[in-house]
């Protein structure tokens, strides 16, 4: 069958034969072996519909439906959100502020490593939030038009064959509208007209991110007299309530990781490296589609867990310790937190259940609490109440103990969780909780094994169960996103010992 070149323009239909054609300055060839087909200005091929096989995608500096059909469906930016919705978000962010407003997102080089070597790259949250472009040095300009709409403009980096060719391909401004929605597309040599964009408000009032970037800044002296405002706040606002297709995406990230903690509990033997565990764990998530580790994760063989941010991980894990393994993935870019405490060998023992169940208790209690009207801080308030009677109970708080119980439960009941691990760190624990957040549920009990005030059946046992949980209705219950990761003591030693 032979394949159509439909030229819109000029209304000029070509039959080729089944070898695809690319175009190389005015001209139009065919791919097998350069016999040029018509000298048909590229100009005529806007808007064309070119039926053919062989025709190289355009790739830029992440994936997109043309290069990943396989990750991403049409007109997704990234994955399981679509254009719209970032349009959206822009309208969203916008809505406080007057029309005539300009509001601007950068988002800097990427940090170093060492001299040339870079880190693995992680685009800037709010700037990711807004676009989801993944590349660094870019700049979104935002202009409010209406109370309904306004005008978007992106400044990115240039195209560079050379540099392309070691670093992998770039956008380009021209490619903006295409692939992200924006208006107006430009290259970030273009710093006049950033200029002008940035100074066009006649109030001289400027809002914005506030970021290190001094080689560019070094070009825009002309705001250096405009009043600026860091709207770090709002934009952790429009990001405080989920969307449907954020909880869709942090569901999976708290599938990947639930179900890499399953396969850690199955893997884990006494004598194993800290490490390897920190490892192996690492290796399953991104075998599951994971792009990195939420955060460097805790893996605390017995005392060792005493430390709350312990990441040495570095020590032999030992027959009769418990592991508890602090860890979460990051997929595309929404992060899961998950803690799970389980025993090395596969077995607790009886003090080591008695204790597990009373953090299971509190953190089951306090799930039930993740209704909109709650609070971090309510829930936390309750947490600490069964703590209290659990630890009582326990023969752990007692006449003769002068410690308090924040001693063994020295931290928060839990944090918003998002793109970030701690997500939208500028709101207090005690903004009222609407359906859509979503926040972390994680009650412990941590005993040194040199505190001589507890009986000694309890000493070096520390254990935290953490989960993510979205806020639910009051009359509804709440949605765990970290299901897969097994907390039920018979499960887990299930798990452990099949």
Known sequence: MKNLIKINSCKRILNISNRGIFINNNNVFLNNNNNKVSNINKRYFTNSNIILNNVKPLAIGQPTHETHPHLLEKDEVTKGIKKEEFKERRNKLLKPFAIGSIVVLFTPPEP????????????????????????????????KTSDVDHISYMFVRERQE????????????????????IDYGYNLNETQTLLKLLTRNPEKKLYCNIVEWNQLFSKLQGISEFQTFNIEKILQQCRLIKSNSEVKQMLNSGEIAGESFSEVMKYIKPGM?????????????????????????????????????????????????LLLMDAGCEHWGYTSDITRTFPVNGRFTEAQRKVYEAVLDVNKKCIEMCVAGESINSIHDLSIQLTKEHLKNLGILHDNNPNTYSLYYPHSIGHYLGMDTHDTIDFSYGVTLEPGMIITIEPGIYISKYDQNVPEEYRGINIRVEDDVVVSQKNESPLVLTYRAPKEIKDIENIMNK
Not at 113 to 140: C, H, K
Not at 291 to 312: C, D, E, F
């Open 112 to 143: 170093m490593m060492s001299y040339d070597i870079p880190w693995d790259f992680r685009q800037n949250t709010n700037f990711n939030y807004f676009t989801g472009f993944n590349e660094p040095e870019a700049v979104l300009v935002l202009e």
């Open 162 to 181: 050379e540099k392309e060719k070691w670093d992998g391909p770039r956008c380009g401004g021209e490619n903006v509208n295409r692939f992200f929605g």
């Open 273 to 321: 490296n800290e490490y390897e565990i920190s490892a192996y764990f690492e290796w399953n998530v991104k075998k599951r589609g994971a792009k990195r580790m939420s955060y460097p994760p805790v893996v605390a063989g017995g005392n060792n867990a005493n430390t709350l941010h312990y990441i040495a991980n570095n020590q032999i894990l030992k027959d009769g310790d």
